[in-house]
């Protein structure tokens, strides 16, 4: 079924009516009623196909604002993304982020069948290390309690103990009974942890991999010395895959999804988003009043998304589109994302 111009027209309002705030886009792409009206036959058509098929997409917020406020089912950070994919029922999980999200999806609902819109959206955090990687690791540290950060591949999840995401990190590695832990596979965010430890008075040793975030790991305290000296009152809000001295000088470092509450909750006027832009294109939408100073960056994985691919996936994707993982191997990896579930605090 092709979408009336009365139908047409009714889609374009409705994404202008999400989307008029954002001005952070690649390109320096404006929304106004023409550009909404040019992609509301496709999201028309993605949100058809999406029923007749059984089908959902999730979003992660660093994907193009068309994607999460025209189609997406639901949108959020990586815990809260897993969350969706393990209570999912429908046939088919789209899911508009990066692989390592959708194995996290596969392995979480594998009767589904799991498609990404572009196999090329890596993470340099989850390509720094594999299984053999691991393995080799934990042979050096045979009594440590290995800890996976969600971004990483799914073999290197069936070697771990317990996954972790941005959002529970601190919590669950202080919770564990191990003095020595193994933790993989972001060293920014175990020398994050480390300071956060220290600071609670947790004894523990924390020893990490070499992988870092090439979004995150670029910004630097003299971005934040600047901003402040030209906005006096200015948040300055971190992600904790940034460099400690970037988390030191912050007021608010958190998961993408705590990032977004804490401005939400915030009465400052200015704030310096030190992570991918999509978050500050959210946060346009869903909190107009405030004002973000430029600073964000692009993550070229997560923008490899586009309402194109997420269409080509869902009417009949590739097989490189299609998740596909080892049984054995997901059911170790699905044992520590579990451990997750149990151990974390609602967020
Ligand atoms: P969040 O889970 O905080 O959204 O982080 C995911 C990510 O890839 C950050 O770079
Ligand atoms: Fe990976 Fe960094 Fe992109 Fe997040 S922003 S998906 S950690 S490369």
Not at 159 to 184: M, Q, W
């Amino acid at each position: 079924m092709i979408a009336t111009d009365t139908a047409t027209e009714a889609e374009a309002e409705r994404l202008l009516r999400a989307l008029l705030h954002v001005d952070c886009e690649p390109g320096g792409r404006t929304w106004n009623y023409e550009t909404c009206r040019a992609i509301a036959p496709l999201t028309f058509e993605i949100n058809r196909i999406k029923k007749e098929k059984d089908a959902i997409i999730l979003a992660h917020s660093y994907v193009e604002p068309e994607i999460i406020y025209g189609v997406a089912d639901f949108r959020g950070d990586s815990y809260y993304l897993s969350l969706k994919a393990r209570e999912a029922r429908a046939k088919v999980i789209v899911f508009a982020g990066v692989v390592f999200m959708a194995e996290t999806a596969k392995i979480l609902s594998p009767e589904a069948t799991v498609v990404v819109p572009d196999r090329n959206s890596g993470c340099s955090l989850a390509d720094s290390l594999n299984g053999d990687g691991l393995r080799q690791l934990k042979a050096l540290y045979p009594d440590a309690t290995v800890v996976c950060y969600i971004n990483s591949t799914a073999d290197v999840k069936a070697e771990s103990d317990v996954c972790v995401t941005s959002g529970n990190v601190y919590h669950i590695v202080a919770n564990l009974p191990a003095k020595r832990i193994l933790f993989v596979p972001d060293r920014l965010m175990g020398q994050n942890l480390r300071d956060e430890l220290k600071r609670r008075g947790v004894q523990k040793e924390i020893i990490t991999s070499d992988g870092t975030c090439i979004v995150h790991d670029e910004f630097g305290p003299a971005d934040i010395a600047e901003a402040r000296g030209r906005y006096p009152g200015l948040k300055v809000v971190a992600h904790p895959e940034c460099t400690p001295e970037v988390a030191a000088a912050a007021d608010f470092v958190g998961s993408t999804g705590s990032m977004m509450k804490f401005v939400k909750t915030s009465a400052a006027p200015y704030y310096l988003m030190l992570t991918e832009c999509g978050l500050v294109g959210r946060l346009q939408v869903e909190a107009p009043e405030k004002v973000f100073i430029a600073g964000c960056r692009l993550c070229p994985y997560m923008k490899l998304n586009s309402l194109e691919k997420v269409r080509d996936a869902l009417i009949a994707p590739r097989p490189d589109q299609i998740i596909t993982l080892d049984e054995g191997l997901r059911l170790r990896a699905a044992r520590c994302i579990d451990r997750m579930f149990e151990l974390s605090p609602t967020i």
